[in-house]
């Protein structure tokens, strides 16, 4: 049973989409894709443009979001297993990152938007510490961030090569707590996937998966979401930084 910070048990609704009370919390942390922001198009795209100029098979756009949330070199590897059918070598797997990050570095903002709600939400939430932690490179997720005007909500960014570990290892969640001056007892993990949640779980925060995201309810669901959301904005109705009133 999880609790929340002022030590009442976190009572969900049996769909597991909301509690009865807003429950106070002491930091929000958010993965990136799929939950900030609907990155699809624009990774896809970059995806497409990387195997034509290697002279692979194409991949369906379905199939290479499917392959996100592990990192851009695990995006690429999979994709290329699936373009070939075969194990690529670690050196093709090297030429084609370097392939897919020049090509997303030009167009990582030609369609990328930010998702209904968010930007009211982190508002509202604006005295918490906020902090984005998501396996993208850093370097892609600040541009992301200042250009679609995100950076100044957060106290903390973590990309997928800030730390040694990524998620699904704690340790990314657990050093954005560190540097919002939270324990992980205070967190809630926002994400769109399993990773996410585990990372979450296995640094004892709470966890909270948006079905709108790139997974869909059924992945959030097996993953043992603390609670699920399907609009952003259900945050606010969910969390809050003031104490439960008596």
């Not at 059918?85 to 050196?91: A, L």
């Amino acid at each position: 049973m999880k609790l929340g910070m002022d030590g009442r048990a976190i009572q969900l609704s049996d769909d597991h989409t909301h509690s009865k009370t807003p429950f106070r919390v002491g930091c929000l942390l958010f993965d990136l894709d799929g939950t900030l922001i609907d990155s699809r198009g624009d990774l896809t795209g970059s995806i497409t443009l990387m195997l034509a100029e290697m002279g692979h098979a194409p991949v369906s756009n379905e199939r290479v979001v499917s392959f996100i949330g592990e990192g851009v070199r695990a995006l690429v590897e999979h994709t290329l297993r699936a373009s070939q059918k075969q194990e690529p070598e670690s050196s093709e797997i090297d030429y084609a990152l370097d392939i897919f990050r020049r090509h997303y570095s030009a167009h990582l903002l030609d369609q990328t938007h930010v998702y209904p709600e968010v930007h009211e939400t982190l508002a509202h939430f604006r005295h918490l510490p906020k902090a984005v932690v998501t396996n993208k490179p850093y370097d892609f997720t600040m541009t992301i961030l200042e250009g679609l005007d995100l950076h100044s909500h957060f106290a903390v960014v973590l990309g997928g090569d800030s730390l040694t570990e990524r998620k699904p290892a704690p340790q990314p969640l657990l050093e954005a707590a560190r540097r919002c001056g939270c324990s992980p007892a205070e967190c809630v993990m926002v994400g769109d996937s399993r990773v996410d949640l585990l990372a979450g779980r296995a640094a004892g925060m709470l966890t909270c998966g948006f079905v709108a995201g790139f997974s869909g309810r059924a992945e959030l669901a097996a993953a043992q979401a603390d609670v699920l959301i399907d609009r952003f904005g259900e945050l606010r109705i969910l969390f809050s930084d003031r104490p439960a009133a008596n």
